[in-house]
């Protein structure tokens, strides 16, 4: 009988825990003096019995009425409303008898009764619940609560605007977020009574033996697609299996003051049971509705006010003035012309056509691979049939975002190789310092302008329950360590400590482009021995993968089940370091310098056969060879994991790689003929800013939202309305920035190769130019 008892217990709190937040958890039955601290009047106000005040509780449920009686001259009993009971407590006047009773007596009596019904069966959270919260709160919530029991309207609102015990529970529906805008203008009748949002985190834990149980708190907790514990870091990616409960509460009290309460209301509840429940309330997780504007944001407006003037200045002299005789620095920022070269299609002799149509189609996988991520965080009321629709082999196209930033790395290496030995083969010197600053003036501006936009314009633009999360906390960040971005060296401080985490891959580009010089050069002189250490370091940074993810039980691939903690601490000791991505950018310098050297070669069919047989295996099993690590049921191996890890980045490049040798010696098959597709070159120069842009857009979508959806596959994965702002988004800096600076860039170096090939003529002339 007893361990009967026992689960009908435990069965009832685990649906109690997920609406904690309307709950009111206070044993008291009185409220004493000392907790209203009510300062003595300097007149003697009608006797007002402080031991009635009372919250009172039945014995059969835990319902909460807060009463206040007033002793009239006739020793009348009324109940006081709250406007009454500011006055008496703040500015320690009389009561005002007409105000007792509202506009009539039957209209009281008919709230009276309402309210005793309303709340027989739905309970209200104190957010002075526990001992330890502050004076100010506990009498500003005391307040609330009568105001709450008199259907004041203020007080309906911020009891209407917190979270509440809903349907869909056993659907994962546990994220609820309440009535965002409606709290934040909560005014009270105090002044300094405002409304705070507060989005707490709960995570209950049901012992492994209850089986029962156990069932249904991981469906609850939608089979735990992601695990993660308050202690892991939620902006980058979501702490999914933590409930997020919506409190709506005075101002006056800190988020501490509301995790005390919500701690002692659970204790309540959980006291001699095996159940457990963690509470938090974290500080940047509770918003209030003004927020100043801070001087870095005016400087930031200004900026962009600055750089879109000049480009309007320089479109208007474009349009205005003969193409003969313009000034290149004037039009350098024109919309007009940038505009023509960003959607125009060349046919460049030099152009590696192929490479075009393989980035197009791995920045579309890595834009839905990182949209499914942003996926995650949102609430849904279907969250458990989102997790099990997810929890399938062929989601494996989504869970593997790091293989298709691969190729990036790969064209990276195989084009500068490409032009450096191309300068070479002509006789040209190779300028390294031109071609760092080269690099520096087409990266920087464009990252420079989307650091600022996400520290100081982006916040400001909008709001929601997960706004600080997604994009405050970025904000933050941001703010602390823009200059590790700018150098290059953020990507060797963790996620955790990252301005804009996706930017990494700009630095280990830029880091393996200052050491690709040497090898392309050791290849130009001593081709042989430089091939050999190549194909020495390729192996043992293979290795390197395989051994550091098998020792410290990392996972580069988003398995189900997998714990933040191990996807950050991936990120930090393999996927944001070049030693590890090193591989496939000397795949690429390889590639280029053959490309260059072998132009000419012929192979035979049953080479070509042979070739795009082991492409399809390379394919196919790259793909789909760690489906089973998508499946639900999927128990983590760091085997898996290292085979993984070591070998599918170099298998996914040597399709790419044959591709774009054999349509480059002229062997193209109809897949080559299709990514040869002219028009992917409007991809190519927006790919920088399609990569920059998609997460800003993805996490202020994330941080607007304010209510559960229905998750639906094909409506959420194909939001045509996000891609559309990516792509504009990706525009607008293109054209603001990249294209500029492109342009500057040219200008600079044009004239230094006139001033070089002047140079040139007079020493060739027995004429020395002195150079200042």
Known sequence: MRSRNLVWTVVGLVSVIVCVAS???????????????????????????????????????????????????????????????????????????????????????????????????????????????????????????????????????????????TSGILNGNVNQFGDFDQCLNVQGPLEDFKGQYCLAYLQPEVPPQYRRLKKIHNLVQSHNAFISDFHDPGHRIPRFSIINWAICAP??????????????????????????????????????????????????????????????????????SSETRQNEWFVAFSLRKNWRWLFSVEDNPNDIKTVHGIRFLNAMMLLFSHKSMAVFFNPYINRTQLSENLGKPWTVIGRAASLYTDPFLLFSGMLTAYSLIGRLQKGRPVNLKSEYVGRMLRIVPTLSALIIFCTYILPNMGSGPQWNLVVGHHSDLCKKYWWRNLLFIHNYFGFNNMCLTHTHHVGIDSQLFVLAPAAIVGLWKRPRFTFIVLAFLISATTAARFYTTVVNELSNYVYFGATVQRLFKTADYMYTLPLHRSS?????????????????????????????????????????????????????????????????PITWCLIFMWMVFTSHIGYGSKICRMLSWPGFQVATKLSYAIYLTQFPVFFYNVGRRRHADFYNFFEIMLNTNEYFCIFVASVVLTLLFDAPFKNIKAILFKNEGALRKEKEHHVKNGEALKMD
């Open 251 to 320: 101002a006056s009290c800190s988020p501490a003051d509301l995790e005390y309460s919500l701690k002692e209301f659970i204790e309540n509840i959980t006291t001699g049971s095996e159940i457990s429940v963690q509470v938090r309330v974290d500080p940047q997780m509770c918003q209030l509705k003004d927020s100043p504007v801070d001087s870095g944001t005016r400087k930031a407006v200004i900026f962009f006010i600055a750089i879109l003037s000049i480009c309007c200045i320089s479109t208007i002299y474009d349009m205005f």
């Open 23 to 165: 709950k009111q958890s206070c044993r008291t039955n009185n409220i004493s003096e000392t907790q209203l601290e009510a300062p003595k009047p300097n007149k003697s106000p009608p006797e007002i019995d402080h031991d009635d005040a009372r919250i009172s509780r039945s014995e059969q449920d835990t319902n909460i009425t807060l009463e206040w009686d007033y002793i009239g001259p006739a020793n009348e009993t009324s109940t006081l409303t709250s406007d009454d009971l500011v006055e008496y407590i703040f500015f320690n006047t009389t009561p005002n008898i007409d105000n007792l009773l509202g506009s009539s007596a039957k209209e009281s009596d008919t709230i009276r009764k309402l309210s005793d019904r309303f709340f027989n069966f739905t309970n209200v959270f104190d957010p002075a619940c526990s001992a330890k919260v502050s004076t100010k709160c506990r009498q500003h919530a005391a307040l609330y609560l009568n105001a709450l029991k008199n259907f004041e309207l203020w007080a309906l609102q911020m009891y209407d605007s917190s979270a509440h015990f």
């Open 584 to 648: 496939v950018y000397m795949l690429g310098i390889l590639l280029g310098y053959t490309l260059r050297k072998w132009r000419h070669i012929k192979l035979s069919p049953n080479q070509l056969r042979v070739g795009w047989f082991l492409s399809t295996i390379c394919f196919f099993g790259t793909i789909f060879g760690p489906a089973p690590m998508g499946d639900i049921t999927y128990t983590y191996d760091p085997l898996h994991a290292g085979y993984y890890a070591a070998f599918a």
